[in-house]
C-alpha cells in the first residue's frame, strides 16, 4: 500500500514540474512573441591562438636585452675616465707627451686577464644556451 502511493506521489510530481514546464515554455513563447533562436553551426575552436603572438615577443625580448646590454656597456665604458692611449692623454693635457710608458703587465695580471677573458666567454655562452633553451621551450609548450 505505502509502495504505490510513493509511486503514486512520485507520478503527480512529475506531471506536476512537467506542467509547470510547458506553462513556462508557454509563457516565454508568448513574450517573445514568436521570435525563435536556433543553433545552425555550432562554433569551432581556433587552431593556432590568436593572442599573443609568441615569436614577435621572443624576438622582442631578445632584441630589448640586446639594446639593454649595448646601453649598459656603453654607460659602463663612458663611466671609466682612465686614460689608455697616448691620443687621450694629448687631448686632455696640452702639455708635450716627453716619454710614453708602455704597458707590461707582470705574469700575475697576464693569468688573472686571462683567466677574467675566459670566465666571461664561459658565462656569455651558458647565458645564451640559457636564453635559447628557455625561447626553444616556450615555443614548444605554447
Not at 536556433?38 to 615569436?55: E, G, N, T
Not at 636585452?65 to 649595448?70: E, I, V
Not at 670566465?119 to 647565458?127: H, Q, T, V
Request: glycine share 8%; charged share 25%; net charge positive.
Amino acid at each position: 500500500m505505502l509502495r504505490d502511493y510513493e509511486v503514486l506521489k512520485k507520478s503527480y510530481e512529475d506531471l506536476l514540474s512537467k506542467e509547470q514546464q510547458s506553462q513556462l515554455a508557454m509563457s516565454l513563447e508568448k513574450q517573445q512573441e514568436g521570435q525563435q533562436f536556433r543553433l545552425i553551426d555550432p562554433p569551432s575552436l581556433p587552431v593556432v591562438p590568436a593572442s599573443p603572438k609568441r615569436m614577435k615577443l621572443s624576438f622582442g625580448g631578445l632584441a630589448g636585452g640586446f639594446a639593454l646590454g649595448l646601453a649598459l656597456a656603453f654607460l659602463w665604458e663612458n663611466k671609466d675616465h682612465s686614460l689608455r692611449t697616448e691620443k687621450e692623454l694629448k687631448k686632455r693635457f696640452s702639455v708635450p707627451l716627453l716619454l710614453g710608458i708602455p704597458l707590461m703587465p707582470t705574469p700575475g695580471e697576464q693569468r688573472r686577464r686571462s683567466w677574467k677573458i675566459a670566465y666571461e666567454c664561459i658565462a656569455g655562452s651558458f647565458l645564451a644556451a640559457a636564453v635559447i633553451a628557455a625561447e626553444f621551450f616556450v615555443y614548444r609548450r605554447g
